[in-house]
T-cell receptor, first 115, second 109 residues
């Protein structure tokens, strides 16, 4: 069974469109995250939720809106996509509220290409 | 903010060689993470350590809290070890991790 699964794996879309990426974890973890990996391979936190509550909201455009219907799911919706949004987006989860107190479990990533 | 530097950025080794990757950070931490990103893109957590040394198979991670430095060693390297290795440390405040830029390792048969 996949511990953290995100879909789709690849997403190609045009500028201005709205798209969503879904993430689910079956580890029973309380905390979930969205990370963005840019072309230089740096990982940066975007959002973190603990038990459906938003904990971390980095300085990202408000076109990005996370939604956590329950603690096992954290979806990412992106409005009015721009070329600069092209990146790989990773979902992750951890047992504890803070990522540094427990290991992170990552999904396989979603490669978003905006044309 | 905790600054994280990894070295080297790229490393090529012959199969069987001993590999060392270094990670330095600027602010004292409670734990440091080592991650592995496969060529296919998936990220796996290798170690989380706060002191001393941890070993898993051919991988060994060490940390020196006083010197703010950690190393990841790969013994008897194998082509399947080819990946990007990333260290991450918590920021001084808040619940965020700062990631290093990664070390791209290529092990040739």
């Amino acid at each position: 069974d996949t511990a953290v699964s995100q879909t789709p794996k690849y997403l190609v879309t045009q500028m201005g469109n709205d798209k969503s990426i879904k993430c689910e974890q079956n580890l029973g973890h309380d905390t979930m995250y969205w990370y963005k990996q840019d072309s230089k391979k740096f990982l940066k936190i975007m959002f973190s939720y603990n038990n459906k509550e938003l904990i971390i909201n980095e300085t990202v455009p408000n076109r990005f809106s996370p939604k956590s219907p329950d603690k096992a799911h954290l979806n990412l919706h992106i409005n009015s996509l721009e070329l600069g949004d092209s990146a790989v987006y990773f979902c992750a989860s951890s047992q504890a509220l803070t990522g540094y107190n427990s290991p992170l479990h990552f999904g396989n990533g979603t490669r978003l290409t905006v044309t | 903010k905790n600054e994280v530097e990894q070295s080297p950025q790229n490393l090529t080794a012959q199969e069987g060689e001993f590999i060392t990757i270094n990670c330095s950070y600027s602010v004292g931490i409670s734990a440091l993470h080592w991650l592995q990103q496969h060529p296919g893109g998936g990220i796996v957590s290798l170690f989380m350590l706060s002191s001393g040394k941890k070993k898993h198979g051919r991988l060994i991670a060490t940390i020196n809290i006083q010197e703010k430095h950690s190393s990841l060693h790969i013994t008897a390297s194998h082509p399947r070890d080819s990946a990007v290795y990333i260290c991450a440390v918590p920021q001084a405040a808040g619940n965020k991790l700062t990631f290093g830029g990664g070390t791209r390792v290529l092990v040739k048969p």
